[in-house]
């Protein structure tokens, strides 16, 4: 089926820089607006070499007041470990921080989950009363999450009293095609009409990532793009790596979608 001819993004280029396996909706959903969309991933999401801690955590699935699951990355890392020997307790809360990772949950059976309505980041997901500091003394979660991650939900949840299991089931890193890739796309050999105008950034580490890899002549021509971020700490990062046209917009591919619909206005 050919790309409409009329829609909100008709004549817009837009650069998805989420991993791989993690961008179908937002890319059908640019094509879908009449806009062309370009998946290039920025990070590698890969497996950490020891899942001791994990395996520690399926041990004991029951005694916990909630397992926190810190990214969709995290629950398709775990799953297979923790319902290895047993199924899911269906009694037991998930919490995340987003609606990516709610999805995911749900698609594998999970029906009791707490996300924040909005605010989908750690400090979201701490402000839910499930998290309540009288809700949380002398209770036990579980926290998974990805190698050299933010530590609020963890010493959040040990200042309310909570005791705290934590495992790193995936570390990311620099994807290794993203620099060549991007060299190839932002080339001399392709007109203006054929480079992409705004790059969607859903994480500031791989926006980090990708610049301190970047050579020069690349990070030159990657920081003429705008960029469409869904948390301030991604505008402020990219702000500290020299872009001027940076656009906050709500979490989610379906807070960035909402966002697109008026982005030629």
Same mark, same amino acid.
């Given at each position: 089926?050919?790309?409409?001819?009329?829609?909100?993004?008709?004549?817009?280029?837009?650069?998805?820089?989420?991993?791989?396996? /993690?961008?179908?909706?937002? @890319?059908?959903?640019?094509?879908?607006?009449?806009?062309?969309?370009? $998946?290039?991933?920025?990070?590698?999401?890969?497996?950490?070499? +020891?899942?001791?801690?994990?395996?520690?955590?399926?041990?004991?699935?029951?005694?916990?007041?909630?397992?926190?699951?810190?990214? *969709?990355?995290?629950?398709?890392?775990?799953?297979?470990?923790?319902?290895?020997?047993?199924?899911?307790?269906?009694?037991?809360?998930?919490? @995340?921080?987003?609606?990516?990772?709610?999805?995911?949950?749900?698609?594998?059976g999970v029906k009791r989950i707490q996300q924040p309505e909005a605010q989908f980041d750690s400090e979201g997901l701490l402000a839910l009363p499930f998290f309540a500091p009288e809700h949380c003394k002398r209770q036990r979660? *579980?926290?998974?999450?990805?190698?050299?991650?933010? +530590?609020?939900? *963890?010493?959040?949840?040990?200042?309310?009293?909570?005791?705290?299991?934590?495992?790193?089931?995936?570390?990311?890193?620099?994807?290794?095609?993203?620099?060549?890739?991007?060299? /190839?796309?932002?080339?001399?050999? $392709?007109?203006?009409?054929?480079?992409?105008?705004?790059?969607?950034?859903?994480?500031?580490?791989?926006? /980090?990532?990708?610049?301190? *890899?970047?050579?020069?002549?690349?990070?030159?021509?990657?920081?003429?793009?705008?960029?469409?971020?869904?948390?301030?700490?991604?505008?402020?990062?990219?702000?500290?790596?020299?872009?001027?046209?940076?656009?906050?917009?709500?979490?989610? +591919?379906?807070?960035?979608?909402?966002?697109?619909?008026?982005?030629?206005?």
């Amino acid at each position: 089926m050919g790309q409409p001819l009329t829609g909100p993004l008709v004549g817009q280029h837009i650069l998805v820089t989420r991993p791989a396996g /993690q961008a179908a909706k937002l @890319v059908a959903g640019i094509e879908g607006l009449g806009g062309r969309a370009t $998946h290039i991933p920025f990070l590698a999401i890969n497996p950490v070499a +020891d899942y001791h801690a994990i395996e520690e955590i399926a041990g004991r699935l029951t005694d916990y007041q909630a397992c926190v699951f810190v990214s *969709a990355n995290a629950v398709q890392s775990a799953w297979p470990t923790l319902t290895d020997q047993r199924p899911w307790p269906e009694k037991l809360t998930a919490a @995340v921080v987003g609606p990516g990772t709610a999805k995911a949950l749900r698609q594998l059976g999970v029906k009791r989950i707490q996300q924040p309505e909005a605010q989908f980041d750690s400090e979201g997901l701490l402000a839910l009363p499930f998290f309540a500091p009288e809700h949380c003394k002398r209770q036990r979660f *579980a926290l998974i999450r990805g190698v050299g991650g933010r +530590d609020l939900i *963890a010493s959040a949840l040990r200042e309310r009293g909570a005791l705290v299991d934590e495992a790193s089931v995936y570390e990311r890193s620099l994807d290794s095609r993203a620099v060549g890739v991007m060299q /190839q796309l932002l080339g001399a050999e $392709h007109t203006m009409q054929d480079r992409p105008s705004a790059m969607i950034v859903t994480s500031s580490e791989s926006l /980090q990532r990708f610049m301190k *890899a970047a050579p020069e002549l690349l990070g030159q021509a990657i920081r003429q793009l705008s960029i469409i971020a869904p948390h301030e700490r991604i505008v402020q990062e990219a702000h500290g790596l020299g872009f001027e046209q940076v656009r906050l917009c709500d979490g989610g +591919d379906d807070g960035i979608l909402n966002f697109l619909q008026t982005y030629n206005e």
